[in-house]
């Protein structure tokens, strides 16, 4: 390729620049202008002579290059310059300046021109050189100005903290999410050492941890005001010479909710354990309340009677307890409902005294005519117990614990709590009470004044009152106990139906028709026949689902109700239930269980279309909801 | 007077090149301006070089009365500006003798000194009065006189 051919192919690829001549000597505009005429496919150019007509010209039309004399009839020196600089702060500006004026333009250069030509010694081939070295100069600061711009605009902005440090982990550069982390100005922490935030005593280890390249550590920091947070760092040394990259980001909250999801998890696993103990256990009460009401049916005198009426309201308490136990060890998404409050703390009674212990003496009171709340009634027992686990360490030695609930209307509107209806749980112990500083960090997460503990259980309580619209006010004094207030908005008046105390008057269920009874537990099986038979039923009896349905595939006679249990070896419930349903869809069905109902739902047993009865149930009640669903059949 | 006395201290070594001025001689320097140089500025157009020329010999009657009115009136910044810009295009020109009394003048007006101001001013009339007609000729026919 030859040289014009080469020089064609770079004038085609050269940008057409708008120039804007500002000289108010016509012998050196003419000059100029005569000068870039070789040029005017590449170089367009316009010409002024005064500043004022500069200015108004470089507001209405974008240029690529000033050629600028500083000294004009309506301005001179550095002045000229200044004036010219803000309105073209995109355009490049070549000044030209006389022999004695060099100083002068070296200064405008250093001050955002981006070249200066002497008059007098230049000639066309340096004159268009110049004009477009000012040019690329001018874009490749405007790109480098935008890039710094951008960095700077990342550095400031990013969520992260990040610190550029140097030896010694002194922070000389930070951004404003580093110093709210450390919880400090930006200007205090610039200067400081990172290690002023640390335990002292792993100042060591940090100093080996810079030894190494880059790596990732987490650390608790400590602010100044005493609060701690957990804090992921990820470090590269010497990015530049004695210049260490730190990017920190605050993880306590998601350390938090993780710890609350490994609670959760903790609680789920013991809820599991419960449900299997609770069923065993309730397998037990069965047994042991068919047999008690049998020795009721059969009894010979009143003390007998009186004997076997005893065992069954023993049973009915232990029946309550494990309801609680396993209500204690749910952990599953619930969804808010309309409470009475007073309802729920009376049902956790059992399991609140058992919390609290022994030595402390409890006193529960519900208001009549409680007002019903919105919420999710295993959060609300949760709350009841996580206040009363927190009143039992606060009495070592014994004490009250007084939990109230009634309504409440406040009449004044205050931060605290706005004016409205709500009803009121009230939490008051008489243990040793806490100061004011405790008190206005005991729901801080993680925050706790006990050797044990993980520190959460105020701070559930307190998620879970927000959860739920509602407030919490604690008042304590050192030596005088401590009062947790917890007011929840009232969702709806009611009345309460007060609740009758259950008559225990044996009702004779007579019946006739053909039971298939399917237990795994002998025990109960044989006690549930013997009372079925007494009313005057036909049992077919099973230990399995397999055996049942080899029963009743021999059978040849009507089956007018299955009651079978859920969870037993070979072949459970649900599959003994299609089968039935497919070979005599006539039969009703009743399944029994010692787990709770959730479990039932896992085991894929459809409640809306099935009875279920929890072990362990009377006799009565069983004989009542057998005769009902098949006096319904026969209707 | 001796030239140095012309010629600011700082701009002594820009001067080094040319001639300096002697105001003590009667005989005026026979080279006016630089015409080798100044044909290569113009990039050999003789059509710019034409219009330089025509533009010169409209503004520099104008420009020397007003260096004269400024010293009359002792205006020093009128001095300095009328100077400056006359200087320049003596400079275009390559004007080695003239350039630096208008220079001169420049710096008196910047200095706000009058003392020998109007014998320079005399000088530079006598230079132009020279130079302007060596332009013509150079100008004068298809090809330059150089």
Known sequence: ?????????????????????????????????????????????????????????????????????????????????????????????????????????????????????????????????????????????????????????????????????????????????????????????????????????????????????????????????????????????????????????????????????????????????????????????????????????????????????????????????????????RRQVMSPKLLDLGVVVTEVNSMVHCLAGAEIQVMIHAQENLGLVKADQGQLEQVVFNLTANARDAMPDGGVLAIKVENHRCMTHSSDLPAGDYVLLSVRDTGTGMDSDIQSRIFEPFFTTKKTGTGLGLSTVYGIVKQSGGYIHVSSEPGNGSTFNIFLPLAMNTRLKTSQPVERRHIDFEGHETILLVDDEDDLRHATAEYLESCGYKVLKARNGKEAIEISDGFSGEIELLISDIVMPKVNGRGLVDHIRKTRPQTNVVLISGYADDAVIRHGIYLETTCFLQKPFTFQVLGAKIRTLLDKRVN | MKPEDYVPAGQQSFYSGMRLYDASSDGLKTETFDSAALWERVNRDMELLRDLVDLFAEQSPALLDSIEAAIEQGSFADLQKSSHKLKGSLLQFSASQAAPIAAMLEEMGKNKRLEGAKQALVRLRAEIARLLPALHEMVDGDNPVI
Not at chain 1, 34 to 47: I, N, Q, T, V
Not at chain 1, 314 to 319: G, P, Q, S
């Open chain 1, 1 to 329: 390729m030859n040289e014009m051919t080469s020089l064609v192919m770079e004038q085609q690829q050269i940008k057409l620049l708008d120039l804007l001549l500002i000289e108010d000597n016509p012998v050196d505009a003419r000059l100029v202008s005569g000068l870039l005429k070789g040029h005017s496919d590449s170089l367009r150019c316009r010409h002024v002579p005064r500043l004022d007509q500069a200015i108004q010209l470089i507001k209405a039309v974008q240029f690529d290059v000033i050629l600028l004399d500083l000294n004009l009839e309506d301005s001179s020196g550095y002045e000229t310059f200044s004036s010219i600089l803000p309105v073209a702060s995109k355009t490049a500006i070549l000044v030209l300046s006389s022999s004695d004026d060099e100083e002068l333009a070296v200064r405008t250069v250093r001050e955002g021109a981006q070249d200066y030509l002497v008059k007098g010694s230049f000639d066309a081939r340096l004159l268009v050189r110049s004009i477009r070295y000012a040019y690329e100069r001018k874009q490749s600061q405007e790109a480098l100005r935008q890039s710094e711009a951008t960095v700077r605009a990342i550095f400031e902005n990013t969520l992260d903290g990040i610190i550029i440090s140097g030896d010694g982990l002194i922070c000389l550069e930070v951004n404003s999410a580093a110093a709210g982390i450390m919880g400090v100005s930006r200007e205090e922490l610039i200067g400081s050492t990172l290690l002023r935030f640390v335990d002292p005593e792993t100042e060591a280890e940090w100093h080996n941890l810079f030894q190494t390249r880059s790596g990732r550590t987490k650390f608790w920091i400590r602010r100044d005001d005493g609060a701690k947070r957990l804090v992921d760092c990820a470090f590269n040394t010497n990015i530049l010479p004695e210049r260490h990259l730190i990017v920190l980001r605050d993880i306590t909250e998601q350390q938090n909710l993780e710890e609350q999801l490994r609670q959760s998890q903790k609680m789920e696993a013991v809820g599991r354990l419960a449900g299997g103990v609770a069923h065993d256990f309730n397998n037990i009460l069965g047994i042991i309340s068919g047999y008690a009401e049998l020795l009721q049916l059969n009894a010979v005198d009143s003390s007998q009677k009186t004997r076997a009426d005893k065992i069954l309201a023993a049973i009915e308490k232990a029946a309550l307890l494990t309801k609680q136990l396993l209500a204690f060890g």
